[in-house]
């Protein structure tokens, strides 16, 4: 005879933990978030979040199936984090110039967290909000549903990239961020012209551009780009 289903809410512990704390879903994700602050992914597990949480570790499984649904939150809390207190302004370039820059700078200021979650697809209501507000930003501009879903595909993986190739810049030891940085002058800044020409006449202007993240660079490149779009199908 198969098992009676418990509805998610009796699953949820009501009563305080050791520490007096009651347990919710937001409380174990910013946890988690400290966790892997601390710690990286590697030390994200239930036994460390139990001893955070002053639970026994079994208490987790009540709000989340395993730690991998707990990946998908944490995620889904980092989408959330950046759409808090944005509304549309009705100009779509600048609604989307926004929310790619509110989603990068979220994921950035977590960088373990955004290394374990940049890649993954929660299907949770944040993503979910994030996904339908820039589609729509595009159909209200104007764009035929083809060139939406298409331009949505390049923004959303091109902001997500760019969040995780920075954040595990972000994430490395400061040792090894300074010296990466200083590589630039270190280095290539004295390249002979006779060997290396183009780095040579570049070598200044790359001692600062490249210690910087170029996702402005590359969101104003793909928002140009659909801007010539949309202009070829007014005209």
Known sequence: MAKPVVPEEKRRRR????SGTVLSER??????????????????????????????????????????????????????????????????????????????????????????????????????????????VLRTAGFPLPDTVRIYHAFIDQTLAFAALDAASL????????????????????????THPRIAEAAPLLSTRMVISAYPTALEMLLDSAQATLARLRS
């Open 27 to 136: 409380l174990i994700v910013e946890a988690a978030l400290r966790l892997l602050r601390e710690h990286g992914s590697t030390g994200l597990t239930a036994r460390r979040l139990g001893l955070a949480l002053d639970c026994d570790p079994s208490t987790l499984y009540r709000y989340f199936r395993g730690m991998d649904e707990l990946t998908l939150a944490i995620g889904d809390a980092l989408v959330g984090e950046a759409l808090r207190g944005w509304r549309p302004s009705g100009e779509w370039r600048t609604d989307l110039h926004a929310v790619g820059l509110r989603i990068h700078a979220a994921y950035v200021a977590h960088p373990q967290a955004a290394q374990l979650t940049a890649s993954r697809v929660t299907g949770r209501a944040n993503e979910l909000a994030a996904d339908e507000a820039v589609l729509d």
């Open 15 to 18: 009563r305080p933990t050791r």
């Open 171 to 194: 994430a490395l030891p400061r040792a090894a961020q300074r010296a990466d940085d200083a590589m630039w002058r270190s280095t290539y800044a004295r390249l002979p012209s006779a």
